[in-house]
C-alpha cells in the first residue's frame, strides 16, 4: 500500500517498534502528509536539531542503506565487522595491481584504483619512467592467484611530479568493474576511520584498517631527489611499498586519497601519507601533468559547492495530532526526508528518509524517549519497501553501531518510554 493513506495520515502509532513503517512510501507522498492549502516555500533549515542531523546524519545516510544489506546473512554481527568486510567486498575488485616492466623483466609494483572504464588512478612514482605497464585484475575467486587473463596492457595517459599521481589508460570494456568514487574534503575528519586496500610487498589485495591522524595542507616531502607538495592526509593505517598507489577509503567506500609513502625516520612508527582527493580532483581536471623541478602552483579549483537542505514545510499534519518538518534533505530538488513529532508522548519522535533516490523511504530513525538521540532504525537495505534490518544507536549518533536482521522481534522500544519523576 502506499500513499497517505497507508500511514492514516500519522494518526496510528508508527514510531513504537511493534508497529512497522508502511511497506513502501513514496517520497512524493511526504508532501502529501502536508494539510491542503499550506504554502511550500523552499527555505535553509534553521532548527538546530534539524541542522545537527543535515550535516552529520544526511552525509552518512544518503545512498548508503545498502552498504548494510549483507548483514541479513549475519545475525547479530555488529556494524563494524560487517562494514569493513562490505567496503573490501565491493571495492577490492576496482583495486588492480600495476606492474612495471623493463627490457621484458618486472621492475616494480603498486596499487592503483579505477575510477572510470578504461582509466587507473596510481602514483607517479610507481610508473614513472616505465616502458610497459600492465594492471592485473582481481580474481573472481577469493585468494586465488592471479592469471594471464587477468592482465591488461596500460599505458601513461598523465603523470603529475609535483602531487605524486599518475592517470594510466588500458581499453575500454576489457574489464567489467565499477568504479571507485571519489570522495569529498568532508569525509576527510581528524579521528575518522579509513580503509586501505593494495598490495604490500606483492601480498596482493590486502585490507587493512587505522584513523585518520591529521590532515596536512601544502605538505612537501622529498623521495631523494625530487620535492613534491601536495595535501596529504597523514593516518596510521599500516601501509608498506606496494600499496603505493593505492586507495585510502572512507567509512562510505569513496576514494578520499592515494597511498604514497611512510615516514622511515629512526624511531618514527605509524606514520603514514596519502595524498588526498582534492589534487586528485584537481589533477583529474587538469590537462596536463607537472613537473616537481618547477613547483608551479596552480590556483585551487573551487570545491563543489556543499549541499543546503531546505526545509519544505513546518507545521501541523492533517490528523493535527503531530508536528512534521518536511524537507529536501539531500539536495534533489523534492521532499526525501520528514521529521514527525506526535502529540501523544507514548510515541517516538522519527525521522523517515528516502536516502537511495527511488522514490520510497526506506531508512526510519526513531527517538523513542525524546532525548534528540537516536535509539534505533528500521533499513529497508534493498530498497524495496522491506524492512529488514534494525539498527541500535547507544551513541545517540545517526549511524547505528550494531545492526542485526529484523524479523518483527520484541525490543525495549515495544514499551512505552518510562517516566522520569523529580
Avoid at 60 to 70: C, I, K, Q, R, S
Avoid at 79 to 104: C, H, M, N
Avoid at 398 to 413: F, L
Wanted: include cysteine.
Amino acid at each position: 500500500m502506499r500513499g497517505l493513506s497507508s500511514i492514516r495520515a500519522l494518526g496510528i502509532a508508527v514510531a513504537i517498534l511493534h508497529v512497522a513503517p508502511p511497506a513502501a512510501m513514496a517520497g512524493d507522498d511526504l508532501m502529501r502528509m502536508v494539510p491542503q492549502g499550506q504554502a511550500i516555500t523552499p527555505r535553509p533549515i534553521t532548527d538546530a536539531a534539524l541542522v545537527d542531523l543535515a550535516r552529520a546524519g544526511a552525509p552518512v545516510w544518503a545512498g548508503a542503506a545498502e552498504t548494510l544489506a549483507n548483514v541479513e546473512q549475519q545475525p547479530g554481527l555488529t556494524t563494524r565487522g560487517a562494514k569493513e568486510a562490505q567496503i573490501y567486498r565491493t571495492i577490492s575488485p576496482s583495486v588492480v595491481l600495476v606492474l612495471v616492466f623493463e627490457d621484458g623483466e618486472e621492475k616494480g609494483l603498486g596499487s592503483g584504483s579505477v575510477i572510470a572504464d578504461g582509466q587507473v588512478l596510481t602514483s607517479w612514482h610507481v610508473v614513472a619512467g616505465a616502458r610497459r605497464i600492465a594492471v592485473v585484475f582481481k580474481p573472481a575467486e577469493e585468494g586465488k592467484a592471479p592469471t594471464r587473463a587477468d592482465f591488461v596492457t596500460a599505458s601513461v595517459a598523465k603523470l603529475d611530479e609535483v602531487s605524486d599521481l599518475a592517470l594510466l589508460r588500458y581499453p575500454k570494456g576489457a574489464k567489467s568493474v565499477k568504479p571507485v568514487e571519489l570522495g569529498t574534503a568532508g569525509e576527510i575528519a581528524v579521528g575518522a576511520d579509513v580503509n586501505a586496500i593494495g598490495h604490500p610487498i606483492g601480498k596482493t589485495w590486502t585490507y587493512t584498517r587505522g584513523v585518520i591522524s591529521q590532515f596536512r595542507k601544502g605538505y612537501k616531502w622529498s623521495d631523494g631527489s625530487l620535492v613534491h607538495e601536495a595535501d596529504v592526509i597523514q593516518t596510521q593505517t599500516p601501509i608498506s611499498p606496494g600499496n603505493s598507489g593505492g586507495p585510502l577509503l572512507s567509512d562510505l567506500g569513496h576514494l578520499i586519497g592515494v597511498n604514497a609513502f611512510v615516514t622511515t625516520a629512526e624511531a618514527a612508527e605509524n606514520l603514514n601519507f596519502a595524498v588526498s582527493v582534492l589534487d586528485v580532483r584537481k589533477f583529474i581536471a587538469a590537462s596536463s601533468g607537472r613537473v616537481a623541478q618547477r613547483l608551479e602552483r596552480v590556483p585551487p579549483m573551487p570545491e563543489p559547492a556543499p549541499c543546503q537542505p531546505k526545509l519544505l514545510y513546518s507545521g501541523r499534519n492533517p490528523a493535527n495530532d503531530a508536528d512534521l518538518r518536511v524537507a529536501d534533505l539531500f539536495c534533489r530538488g523534492n521532499a526525501n526526508a520528514v521529521w514527525i513529532y506526535p502529540d501523544d508522548t507514548s510515541q517516538s519522535w522519527c525521522l523517515w528518509m528516502d536516502t537511495s533516490g527511488n522514490g520510497d523511504a526506506d531508512v526510519f530513525v526513531y527517538d523513542w524517549n525524546h532525548d534528540k538521540k537516536w535509539d534505533y532504525s528500521l533499513i529497508a537495505s534493498h530498497h524495496d519497501g522491506k524492512i529488514d534490518l534494525i539498527g541500535y544507536h547507544p551513541d545517540g549518533k545517526a549511524w547505528p553501531s550494531r545492526v542485526e536482521r529484523y524479523d518483527g522481534q520484541s525490543t525495549p522500544w515495544a514499551k512505552p518510554p518510562p517516566v522520569v519523576r523529580p
